[in-house]
């Protein structure tokens, strides 16, 4: 183990293909895992060292919430005491207190993974003597400022459902940089006009962002204080989410060899409740050991709330566990994504974690009413031959309607996010209209969230973060300026998602010592 | 007498999501037989109706296509689209076009509603098929009064077509493949008389959507003939919406008369030598 340790140590230390604060930020991740980990039973401890059940490699002992989502607006109108900052008066004041702000906000990644619901935050500050050129000057310097002091396409703002000033310009400073940072999720609901949609969607052809959520599902969960962050992580602000524990149901059902029926009323329940376990080990070690909520001052200034927190219950390798019980069932043909069989069988494994994971109360989690949040999770790059979350199996996708109509009824059972990705030939750039259509009927159709890309962009999804595809070539020998594309160079290489190349760091969430 | 319901169309392939064909998401029709025999047809087995000789019998390797009562049949679940079928038609047809009642139609295009601005009919010629048409836009209408009914036509139909189809069809989208007739003559083996008196009234009716132009190199794309084109058009409608198509030779059969396609730098001078003749909103393709 000390060997182990110090070889990891050295390892970074004596990198050049990572800089400065990405060698800072990975040995802190190291002293923080030779702690003892969180008191688990045996079984919970065998699962999670045969990774059916995972901890995301945040750190043996968690001192931060995983995702923490301020109250912006509210700190806009009271200042923040901690930071000897006064409640801003004009839009030059407001982006640089927020930038101050973001430099404090803790989360997993060290950045933070919610920069505020923009438009709404900045419309009050924009009046009628600022120009759109000025607007757009302005957010333009602020956007690019965002970017290379956050270099980390974790880092997520929210706008909309609303149109306004600040939303399109957004949108033109958008596709005018071509950024990575910061990741982009619209708010859409019915009365979201047409045009604002379209504006987004031109904005995807050039950078691949927003992703559309449905807003009004997202109320009825959360009410309307949400925002997704990170990636498709969907929490209540002022809130957030203490950890994120994941169940590998790929790994579940090669420890099954049964069929649907006794997966779905012996195995869940044994698995999701070795995850709760994994899961309320780890908020009690973040709430009662390390005392977040009593000490930061996010929280004892009132911009988040610990009762507005809960954990988020991962599930991911669905695909896999269907097609594998379909063979249990002697159903050798049924592939999710395409089989009725599978298809209903999917629907009926993620209604019954939903159905448990609702039944298992968990301490500190107001935020989900005193229960975890289901969330389909979108991948790491450790992930070999599994689908990440619920999704069909790359390259194995039917036709997006049929797409569309198997993944839409799951999409409401998971509050805390769900993501499926579409992949749109280019001929659309010249009918943005038509991925309107596509985006109105898919949200109403029951989804969540809808993302798209086109087949030709410079940015690349890897699970919900975008890298450049120039920014990927050479990370290896030149190292990279964001922590998110050695994420990416990593799933690249394990995934062989495409030709995709990398340059910028680190994340500490996903490298295990050793 | 039948129900509209009831009224079956010719149908070669239908498109649920399709960006290409009208404004928006649209669900599109295609339909057998066309009344010209373009030399740069991209879909050449659409222009014949299947004569059932089964020929194409022979050229299926996964038995998907069958005679019965001395029709051609084709098994869809055991087809694998490599279309060899089509390859061995000598007559440009297809064996995997079928009758297809407006209720059948009509049961793939709920599922799709939610998703898409409305329904085009294409081709082949989609107006050699007027009663369809028209029996078809009238159950969409009367079941999603939001959706728009659109036409993909060569223009080649007469007046009383147009007429007939008036009450439920929103626009159409006219090809005209050239203003010198005997040019035209030459590439559709056919007169557009009819294609410029379509064009005339159907915009004058405001129901015509957009102009397209197929230009090949050296035939149908002289700086002259581009600028008349351009002349006629805008004495329409100066503002009017044409898509500028360079041409591909993907899917055209072989041809006596060589036809080039277009490079980009000469699209782009087509729409140079058009704009300088109207403020036409115009698409380079």
Redesign the interface.
């Known amino acids: 183990m000390e060997d182990q340790l110090v070889t990891a140590v050295e390892n970074v230390v004596n990198s050049r293909a990572i800089g400065y604060d990405q060698k800072v930020r990975r040995l802190a991740a190291l002293a923080d895992n030779v702690l003892p980990y969180p008191a688990l039973s045996p079984a919970a401890r065998e699962a999670l060292d045969a990774r059916v059940i995972c901890d995301m490699f945040e750190g043996d002992r968690p001192f931060t919430p995983r995702y923490v989502l301020p109250d912006y607006a509210k700190a806009l109108r009271q200042g923040v005491k901690y930071l000897e900052l006064e409640a801003p008066c004009d839009l030059d004041d407001a982006l640089s207190f927020l930038t101050i702000l973001y430099s404090q906000v803790p989360s997993v990644t060290t950045y933070p993974v919610y920069l505020g619901d923009l438009d709404a935050l900045l419309e009050p500050y924009v009046g009628d003597e600022l120009s759109d050129e000025q607007l757009d000057a302005k957010l333009r310097r602020w956007w690019i400022q965002l970017d290379r002091l956050l270099p980390d396409a974790f880092v997520h703002a929210n706008i909309g459902p609303h149109d306004g000033r600040v939303i399109r310009s957004i949108f033109r400073v958008e596709r005018s940089v071509r950024q990575v940072v910061p990741n982009l999720t619209l708010k859409v609901s019915p009365e979201t006009p047409d045009d604002l949609i379209e504006d987004a969607v031109r904005t995807v052809f050039v950078t691949g962002k927003p992703h559309f959520v449905n807003h009004p599902m997202m109320v009825a969960d959360h009410g309307t204080e949400y925002a997704v962050v990170s990636c498709y992580n969907s929490l209540k602000t002022r809130g957030g989410a203490h950890s994120l524990v994941r169940l590998n149901l790929k790994r579940a059902v090669e420890r099954h060899p049964g069929g649907l029926d006794s997966f779905c009323d012996d195995a869940l329940p044994h698995w999701v409740e070795l995850t709760a376990e994994l899961g309320e080990a780890r908020i009690r070690a973040l709430v009662e050991d390390a005392g977040f909520f009593e000490s930061n001052f996010l929280s004892t200034e009132g911009l988040i709330e610990r009762e507005r927190f809960s954990l988020m219950f991962g599930i991911f390798g669905l695909a896999e566990c269907v097609n594998e019980l379909m063979v249990h069932e002697g159903h050798v043909d049924a592939r999710y994504g395409h089989d009725p069989r599978a298809n209903d069988a999917a629907h009926r494994i993620v209604g019954r974690i939903s159905e448990l994971v609702k039944q298992r109360p968990l301490p500190y989690c107001g935020g989900g009413g005193g229960f975890a949040y289901l969330h389909s999770q979108s991948g790491i790059d450790l992930d070999l031959d599994t689908t990440a979350g619920t999704r069909i199996p790359i390259g194995d996708e039917p036709?997006?309607?049929e797409h569309?109509?198997v993944v839409a009824p799951i999409h409401e059972l998971f509050p805390a996010g769900i993501s499926d990705i579409f992949h749109v030939?280019e001929?659309?750039q010249?009918?943005p209209?038509?991925?309107?259509?596509?985006i109105?009927?898919?949200l109403?159709?029951g989804m969540r969230d809808f993302t798209f890309n086109l087949d030709s962009n410079e940015f690349i999804r890897i699970t919900g973060y975008l890298v450049r595809k120039s920014d990927l070539i050479d990370v290896e020998t030149h190292g990279a300026r964001h922590s998110s594309d050695y994420l990416a160079a990593t799933a690249e290489i394990n995934h062989t998602v495409t030709t995709r190349a990398i340059k910028r760091v680190i994340a500490a969430e996903l490298s295990p010592i050793g | 007498m039948t129900t509209s319901a009831a009224v079956a169309g010719l149908v070669t392939d239908i498109i649920?999501?399709s960006?290409?064909d009208g404004?928006?998401?649209?669900f599109v029709v295609f339909l057998q037989g066309c009344n010209f025999d373009c030399l740069a047809c991209h879909n050449p087995y659409t222009i014949t109706p299947c004569i059932d000789c089964g020929i194409c019998l022979d050229a299926c390797a996964t038995g998907a296509l069958s005679m019965v009562s001395d029709r051609v049949v084709w098994n869809e679940s055991l087809c694998t689209g490599t279309d060899a079928c089509i390859a061995a038609c000598p007559y440009d047809s297809t064996p995997k076009a079928r009758p297809q009642a407006v209720a059948e139609l009509m049961t793939r295009i709920r599922?799709?509603a939610?998703?898409?601005?409305g329904v085009t009919v294409s081709g082949g010629e989609a107006t050699q098929q007027a009663g369809f048409v028209h029996a078809l836009f009238t159950a969409v209408k009367a079941e999603f009064p939001g959706l728009t009914c659109f036409v993909d036509s060569n223009g080649a139909a007469d007046v009383a077509v147009w007429d007939g189809l008036d009450d439920v069809m929103d626009a159409a989208m006219i090809d005209l493949k050239c203003l010198d007739d005997e040019v035209h003559v030459r590439l559709t083996g056919k007169s557009n008389a009819q294609v410029l008196a379509t064009i005339e009234l159907l915009a004058a009716r405001g129901k015509l959507h957009e102009v397209r132009l197929l230009l090949m190199a050296g035939l149908n794309d002289s700086d002259e003939l581009l600028a008349e084109t351009g002349r006629w058009l805008a004495a329409i409608d100066p503002a009017m919406r044409i898509k500028v198509i360079g041409y591909r030779a993907h899917g055209v059969r072989p041809s006596a008369v060589p036809l080039v396609e277009p490079t980009a730098a000469q699209r782009e001078h087509y729409a140079d030598v058009l704009r300088a003749e109207g403020r036409f909103d115009l698409?380079v393709?």
């Open positions: 036709g997006m309607l569309i109509e030939e001929t659309v010249r009918n209209r038509a991925m309107v259509d596509v109105r009927g898919a109403a159709a | 649920e999501f960006v290409v404004p928006g998401n649209r599922r799709t939610g998703f898409i601005s698409q393709i």
